[in-house]
């Protein structure tokens, strides 16, 4: 079999990196031999101009530094503030700066110059995300003749956010490069098709191909999962090892969600309120958990995401809580893995309500650490790529305030045997399309 090499913004190091991607990737990896290249996390004012190799992992991996300049300009800037809003439907909040489209161009170009001599001519080399959409074409151009691969973590924008870009044209031509494009879900593919169709030239050909700019190219659907399997152990095990209590006597409704104004925080904060203003019998007997690590708090609109969300939960809890109860439970720092894990298992709701997510994984460790005899509920934002495929969940606008607060109480009034044939459905889903199922029908469609 062919050589995997997979890249990613971010490369996996530590000693025990989890999480569902580093797993299946680890996975594909190691059964075909592999190479793994991505960014180390350490800024050098002077970074080395070949690969550092690291060793500990049972296939290689290896990784470059970045400048404090390209850092901001390539990560901060034309990747997290101008992709990622644009990709999750709020042009508003995109800052275009020249100097950083082109500090996005010179460290893809990088990367690229840092790879070559590492590369053969029967790999199948697998890109990770929008940090990294010119890699193909710069490898190209390089002379590398292996296939190429991509895979888009987030949403891909329609026609009109497409065109709020300060250049499409680009984009379409650094995508034509690849020999697979593969989005998480339906949307996204029709999307790309429709954008592509209205700002660059693509003519269908048969079996998911394209002629994308004058470019062959196929694309499809690959909808990411967890793994699975893991996931179910770790939760039972979080139960039993660390016997965590009912935190307050009350229900629990969790949310974890990076910090990201994409996730839909204050919306959920809102439907909450409502649901305590509408409902006095359930105060005391429902509290609210919200797990938000923070994350890129250098970029200014995660920032106001920050003080917004605070700022609604003090005010909620300033209105509704008593001597024994506190309305919201907001956590702005990562708790570990088997915590989580136990978490969810305790709780009665998950609540995943973004405004746009590429798939959002939330949802289905939520769905895999339930306890099979009584479950909990998942209400599911129909802006998630997981809403797709997770349609047992109580599937919801997370713009209507009203909507939600009554999926809410919905849930909380659920019958046993609701819950368990919504949830025995969603954990079919959950086991059959899991992470190792992904990377392998992706892997198939790139061979
Ligand atoms: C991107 C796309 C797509 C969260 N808080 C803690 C913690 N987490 C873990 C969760 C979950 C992961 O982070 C978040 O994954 P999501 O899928 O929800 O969201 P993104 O980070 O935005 O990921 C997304 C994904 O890529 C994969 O393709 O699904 O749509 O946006 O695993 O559990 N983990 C720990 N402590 C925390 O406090 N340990």
Redesign the pocket.
């Known amino acids: 079999m062919s050589r995997l090499v997979a890249v990613s913004n971010r490369l996996p190091l530590g000693d025990n990196p ?4 580093v797993v299946a990737l680890a996975d594909a990896l190691r059964s075909s031999g592999g190479l793994w290249v991505g960014f180390s996390g350490e800024q050098a004012e002077e970074p080395a101009d070949r690969l550092v190799f690291h060793d500990g992992a049972p296939f290689e991996r290896a990784s470059f530094d970045l400048t404090p300049t390209d850092y901001e300009a390539y990560y901060l800037g034309y990747s997290n503030s101008v992709l990622w809003p644009v990709c999750h439907g709020r042009p508003d909040l995109m800052h275009i700066h020249p100097e950083e489209l082109e500090g996005y161009r010179r460290v893809n170009a990088r990367i690229a110059d840092l790879l070559v001599p590492h590369l053969r001519p029967d790999d199948r080399i697998w890109v990770q ?1 929008y940090h990294l959409f010119p890699l193909a074409a710069e490898l190209r151009s390089r002379g590398v003749t292996a296939r190429i691969g991509h895979f888009l ?3 891909f924008p329609g026609p009109s956010d497409m065109a709020t870009l300060p250049n499409p044209d680009e984009m379409f031509d650094w995508l034509s490069h690849y020999d697979l494009l593969g989005f ?1 879900a339906e949307r996204d593919l029709s999307n790309f098709v429709e954008s592509a169709r209205q700002l660059a030239r693509i003519e269908p050909l048969a079996e998911g191909g394209y002629c994308l700019n004058g470019q062959e190219t196929r694309a499809g659907v690959f909808p ?1 999962g ?1 793994d699975t399997a893991a996931f179910i152990e770790e939760a039972r095990h979080a139960q039993v090892e660390d016997r965590m209590r009912s935190l307050t006597g009350s229900e629990i409704m969790i949310g ?3 910090l ?1 104004y ?2 839909g925080i204050p919306h959920r904060f809102r439907a909450f309120q409502l649901l305590l203003e509408n409902n006095p019998d359930l105060h005391e007997c429902i509290s609210f958990l919200q ?3 923070p ?1 890129r708090e250098e970029v200014e609109a995660y920032r106001d995401i920050r003080e917004e969300t605070e700022h609604l939960a003090g005010r909620i809890n300033g209105q509704f809580a008593t001597v024994n109860w506190t309305p919201i439970r907001f ?1 702005h ?5 088997k ?2 894990a136990g978490l969810y298992r305790q709780a009665r709701i998950g609540l ?1 309500t ?1 405004l746009a ?7 289905k ?1 939520f769905v895999a650490a339930q306890d099979v005899s009584d479950p909990g509920v998942l209400i599911l934002s129909r802006f ?3 809403a797709e495929t997770m349609e047992d969940a109580l599937i919801i606008n997370p713009h209507d305030t009203w909507e939600l607060a009554e999926a809410m109480a919905c849930a909380i009034r659920m019958t046993p045997n609701e819950r368990r044939r919504r949830h025995s459905a969603l954990l079919q889903g959950v086991i059959e399309n899991d992470i190792g199922w992904w990377s392998a029908t992706y892997l198939d469609a790139l061979n």
């Open positions: 989890s999480g569902g991607l995300d973590h987030i949403p998480q990411i967890i974890v969600d990076r990201d994409s996730k797990i938000a690590p994350t956590i720092r990562p708790l570990p893995r915590v989580l995943v973004p997510d590429g798939m959002n994984l939330v949802a460790e998630a790529g997981a």
